[in-house]
């Protein structure tokens, strides 16, 4: 028996089975289909081609802060989405599985955290604070502590596309998402590393230093507090991986207290990490 993972990004959508180990052993991609009636059909595909037998509990990733027990999808968060502002995630989603399915869902930048902190190896975050930050068509975030164990616990909302950062072109601040995501480099006429590279050092070290201006989704005091003094950052994202040269040049821009780590592998990260937590039952939501 094999499972089925999910993980629809802002552009394309991978889908792909994992075996008994969590080892990802089919995968496939689309192009994502946006709105309610896109997101149906585009699962009602997935399901007509899958090549083997599944569980029956599916695993979807998804852009957006999730919120409650019927997954409503936080207006502003999950525009890649389209929009789906006070629609549960739950309803559009059942009525397309097959009679006895169920569903678990998280946050597509967890799911990538996690499989992420797995090609890493993840003895060596345990015990220890992780930030994840992933550009790709949005920037994704999360915030994890791992256990002695191996558990992956999940902290704050892991939102940090609105903390503001320097924009040297603009000469002001702006979203650190204006800047890392696809739609920034579009914005600004192109790649160009050295703008990247201090946007990302900028947010790097606010996050460490547990201080910085969020336009957008508010933190408390206590959110501050748990990513002070985080030294372990995780690079993941289309574009944070696969960027030439990117890496590299933050790596080098950062004071040598702070450990940046790149996702070997994001094309799978979010399907194994997404059967890993589903395993772990590590779901995120508001109330946590």
Known sequence: MFQLCIDIGGTKTAFGLLNSEGVLVWSDRMLTRKGVGGLRGMVQ????????????????????????????????????????????LLDIFEPMLPNGFSLFLINDALAQFAGGLLQLGLNRFKNNKVVYLGPGTGLGGGVAWVSPTGI????????????????????????????LSGRGILEHGGVDISLLTQAFVSLILQIHAGKFLKAKDPWAEADYACVKGTTDFVIGGSIGTKLEGLFESVSQALPDFI????????????LTGLGFLRNQDASLTCDN
Request: proline share 7%; glycine share 10%; aromatic share 8%.
């Open 259 to 270: 450990r940046l780590y790149c996702i070997p592998d994001s094309d799978v990260a979010a």
């Open 152 to 179: 992956i616990e999940f902290h704050t909302d892991g939102h940090f596309f609105d903390v503001l950062v320097p924009d040297e072109k603009s000469a002001g601040w702006v979203m650190a998402e204006d800047v």
């Open 45 to 88: 595909e997935i399901l007509r081609v899958i090549p083997k037998q599944i569980s029956s509990v599916i695993g979807i990733a998804v852009p957006g802060k999730l919120c409650g027990p019927r997954y409503h999808v936080v207006p502003g968060t999950g525009v890649q989405l389209g929009d789906l502002e006070d629609l549960s």
